[in-house]
Structures are given as structure tokens and as C-alpha cells.
């Protein structure tokens, strides 16, 4: 090989984003045999029944409406001032934590987590997330010099396995001085599982034992990219109020994005959260991300801003938005239900599923599994443990018909596997 122009630091494996390969050749195989016989479950996007992505036309008609100036202006470092309190809006609702919060635009719920675990870990730290989570969360930690360590997010009885988080949590408090926990819920990616509130108060509880130890320092980092499309919205926003008069070395940072919940994935918006009983804290959360971002990617992008900010602050505007949105929620859900049906009566076993975009197949060998299904033209996404199943860009009828031919395949594995 020759001499590498890249620094030490900047060189990775050459590998190509692997969603992206198969979604590539699902894409292919659509073309060449017709949608309707190809199921491609690889795409992290809501889609109709025939493939195309779901556009909100609330959103887009408001967007459309602002001035020129209003989309090509630089925006606020920090992000637009009327953005960061309609941002809140959007995020808690009526469950908004009794604390010291303040937003910075970032952009999309990627650069949320980019500036938290920029600035709330350590070079070297380990930083915590469960056993199945979003990949990239490993891309932003090691482009910084920080790792992933992992706890088993479900017991044996596929419940929240709480006995696990804490041994991983403790063993971090023991041995760093920052527990940085990265939590996606509700409606994880990959398995559609949300955390109940009960599980909640165990974690903040464990959080609250931890930060005993003033010298310790527990970040806990909230993703909620997928929260609009949680079937119960109340329900699904109330432990933000768990985040009210915490100890003050306990942060709660909510990685908000509108890529989902505003299907606005490619105009790049989100914001970090944070959220503190201690106002200092919360003031230096602000600038030390004003900091990153300017070192970034400088200022987001204003027009989604404003657009969501004109949503959020007209009420009439609001609920034909929230109503639009629901519609497709419920189709999400319905397809969702089908999905979790069939696999009960064809007897697939796959992951707690309760809201959100995909959900999870566990395996023994997801590649070979993912191959084979590719000879039924199925596409779904290899994981290192499972299959993730994309619900939202899948019809409803397609997704009755998935589960047996999934679990067909794996026996048809096995089968093989015992011949050998
Ligand atoms: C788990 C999870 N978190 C965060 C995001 C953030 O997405 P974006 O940067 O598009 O807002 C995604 C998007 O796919 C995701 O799946």
C-alpha cells in the first residue's frame, strides 16, 4: 500500500455502509421484476404502498410559503431564537421536566448526539447503549476516540433487562468519571421497543445512587428521533417529567430531530436538549455546544427552522399538522399489527415491538439469513444479531405475508446446516 495522505486518526475500514448496498440491489430487483413482487424492508423511511416516500404536505406547503430570504439567511449559531422554545414545544408537550432546559439547533438527531458525546465524554471513555442499537452511535463515538459498550436490553422473558443496565452502568461508575448512557425511546431502532415507565424510574433511580458521588457525572442521553410515530403520544412522553429537580450531576440531554416526525429527513434539522436543575449547568451545555457547532458545521439550516417553528405556534396550524401525521401513523400501525400477527401464527419469534419504524428478527446468522431471503426477493437489513425488518416503507399486505416466508428461510437454514 502505499504512503496514507490521511492522518493516523482519519483512517477506518473501507467498507460501504451495508443498509445501503442492500437497499441498493432491493431497488434493483424492484425494476427489474415489478413492485409488486419484491418486499424491500431496508428503507428507514415512511413510504406508501407503492413505494414512494410519505411527504407531509402541512409541512411542505409551509415551507414553500416562506420568503426566499426566510430559507437563505444564515441562521443563528445556536440556532433561531423562536425554533429553541417552539422546539421544546414540539418535543415535551404538555410534559415539559421542572428544570433549567435549553436547545441548540444541531443537524438532524445525528448532530445531537455528535455534540453530546463530544462534549460530556472524555477521550477514551466508554460511553453505554443497549446490545441492539443504530450504528452509527459507533461511528460518532470512534471518530472521537471514545468506545461503545453494550448491556443486553432483554431479558429472557423479553423484558427490559434492568439487571444488565446496571451491571454495565456500575461498571462504567466505577471506572470513569462520566457514565454517558445513550437510551433511543420511545420506538427504538431497531426493534420498536419503547422503555415503560416503570423501567424509567429504576434507571433514574440507579442514576440517582450513582450521583451519591459528587465526584461522579451522569449523562443521560435521550434519542427521540422516532417519538412522533409512537402509537400513544401522551403516553409516550411521560417520563419527560422524571427529568424535574435532579441532582445537579445528573444531565439529561433529548436528541430531537425532524427527520421523521416532520418527514424532513434530508433538510437536516434537530436539536440537543438539556435539561438540568442547576442553571450553570444548563448555561454550559449551551455555549460548549455553540462552541462545537461553529467548529462544525457553523450554523443549521434556517428555513425548517422557521417552518417548524410556524407550525408549532399556530394552532390551527398545529392540529391539521398532528392530524396529517397521525393518519400515517396509524397506517404505520396497522401495518405494524399485521406484521406481529402473522409472525405469532407462523410462530417467527422476534423482538417486543411497540412503536416505530422497524422491528427486529433475532438470528444465528443474520448475513446467511438476509441472503437467502433475497431468493424470495425479500430485503431486510443484517444486524450482528438479527434482522431488522423496515415496517414503515412495507405495505400492509406484504407485511402479513413476510413473517412465514422469513421463518421458511430459517428453516430452510437449519435444515441445511444439520445435512452439513
Ligand atoms: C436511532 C436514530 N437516532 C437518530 C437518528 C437521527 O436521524 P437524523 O440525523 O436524520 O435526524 C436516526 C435516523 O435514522 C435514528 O434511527
Known sequence: MGEMMVAKHAIWPRVNDPIFNISERAQNATKSLGKENVINATIGALMDDDGNLITLDTVFNEYKSLPNAEIAAYAGIAGQPEYLEAVKKACFKEFMPEAHIRAVASPGGSGSIKLAVYNYTNEGDEILTSDWYWSPYVSIA????????????????????????????????????????????????????????????????????????????????????????????????????????????????????????????????????????????????????VHSCRANWSNCNRGPMTLLSNIVNDPEKFKAYTEEKDKYKNLLS?????????????????????????????????????????????YTVPLKAGLRFAVCAVSESKCSAAPSIIKNAMEYIKSQKVEA
Open 142 to 289: 470512534e471518530e472521537t476516540n471514545r468506545d461503545i459498550v453494550t448491556y443486553q436490553l432483554f431479558d429472557e422473558n423479553n423484558d427490559f433487562n434492568f439487571t444488565s443496565f446496571k451491571e454495565k452502568f456500575l461498571y462504567l461508575a466505577n471506572k470513569q468519571e462520566r457514565i454517558f448512557t445513550i437510551l433511543n425511546t420511545p420506538a427504538h431502532n431497531p426493534t420498536g421497543y419503547s422503555v415503560g415507565d416503570d423501567d424509567w424510574d429504576k434507571i433514574i433511580n440507579l442514576s440517582k445512587e450513582v450521583a451519591v458521588n459528587p465526584e461522579k457525572k451522569v449523562i443521560l442521553f435521550v434519542d427521540v428521533a422516532y417519538i412522533d410515530f409512537a402509537k400513544d403520544d401522551e403516553g409516550s412522553r411521560r417520563f419527560f417529567k422524571k427529568f424535574s429537580n435532579l441532582p445537579e450531576n445528573i444531565f439529561v440531554i433529548v436528541g430531537f430531530s425532524m427527520s421523521k416526525g416532520f418527514t424532513a429527513y434530508g433538510m437536516r434539522m434537530g436539536a440537543a436538549i438539556g435539561i438540568s436543575s442547576s442553571e450553570d449547568v444548563a448555561e454550559q451545555f449551551f455555549y460548549s455546544c
Open 334 to 378: 396497522v401495518r405494524a399489527e399485521a406484521f406481529v400477527k402473522e409472525s405469532e401464527k407462523c410462530g417467527l419469534d422476534i423482538l417486543p415491538y411497540r412503536d416505530g419504524f422497524f422491528v427486529s428478527i433475532p438470528c444465528e446468522d443474520p448475513k446467511a439469513l438476509s441472503e437467502e431471503l433475497t431468493k424470495d426477493n425479500v
